[in-house]
């Protein structure tokens, strides 16, 4: 079992900044691929950005350039620093990581006023 708890959501204004911490625990070996998705009221859970163990990262289109997905393999924690938001980055943004099943964090509510 993997525990994954994320803080650091908030409001915003558009073109502000917002940085997500995800906090992993529990049977973290093998864990490799750790990443972020978002989800808006009515529409599917959509990758953000993941990240290998070694630091190969991955971004969707509508984020590439304004966010950076990061990780600290020793403290078992990854992160994603948002800059430049706007209003359609408005979602609640789960800590998601794969071991044996997919497992995903409780989500953090991210707002960003136009």
């Known amino acids: 079992q993997v525990q994954l708890v994320e803080s650091g959501g908030g409001l915003v204004q558009a073109g502000g900044s917002l940085r997500l911490s995800c906090a992993a625990s529990?049977?973290?070996?093998?864990?490799?691929?750790m990443g972020w998705y978002r989800q808006t009221p009515g529409k599917q859970r959509e990758l953000v950005a993941h990240i290998g163990s070694g630091g190969s990262t991955y971004y969707a289109d509508s984020v590439k350039g304004r966010f950076t997905i990061s990780r600290d393999n020793a403290k078992n924690m990854v992160y994603l620093q948002m800059n430049s938001l706007k209003p359609e980055d408005t979602a609640v943004y789960y800590c998601w990581t794969i071991h044996d099943k997919n497992y995903w964090g409780q989500g953090t509510q991210v707002t960003v006023s136009s």
């Open positions: 529990g049977s973290m070996l093998g864990v490799n691929t």
